[in-house]
């Protein structure tokens, strides 16, 4: 449960960088929050493989779950357009990683038995 926090964590501040980064085209100032957001979910993601989560895992999820939600906020927020094909390549997106997700071995005699052949 820990790790899905603070994956969850590293999500909500990726996403809150990447708006204000877009939010400082209008106001310059958004961008200490875009650095101080990107700052912050580096250290969750940090944080989550000295935990011992798998990077393919841990990547994965966090830059589909940004894509996502920063394409559906940006839409909403700042009227950018959203086409199915958007729609499309955030579904593909996220099917890539749950076949990440579901293909990762997480059981250590297997991957013990990968490494010594």
């Given at each position: 449960m820990k790790k899905w926090l603070i994956l969850a964590g590293a999500i909500v501040l990726e996403v809150m960088a990447t708006?204000?980064?877009?939010?400082?085209?209008?106001?310059?100032w958004w961008a200490a929050l875009a650095a101080a957001g990107y700052i912050g979910a580096f250290i969750a993601l940090s944080a989550l493989l000295r935990l011992g989560t798998?990077?393919?895992?841990?990547y994965g999820i966090w830059a589909a779950a940004g894509v996502a939600l920063t394409a559906?906020?940006?839409?909403l927020i700042f009227g950018?357009?959203?086409?199915?094909l958007i729609?499309?390549?955030?579904?593909?997106?996220?099917?890539?990683?749950?076949?990440?997700?579901?293909?990762?071995?997480?059981?250590?005699?297997?991957?013990?038995?990968?490494?010594?052949?």
């Open positions: 708006l204000s980064l877009r939010a400082a085209i209008d106001a310059p798998p990077i393919g895992v841990v559906i906020l940006g839409s950018e357009p959203f086409t199915f729609g499309l390549g955030i579904a593909v997106v996220i099917a890539g990683v749950v076949l990440v997700e579901t293909g990762h071995d997480t059981k250590p005699e297997a991957s013990a038995l990968k490494a010594g052949s």
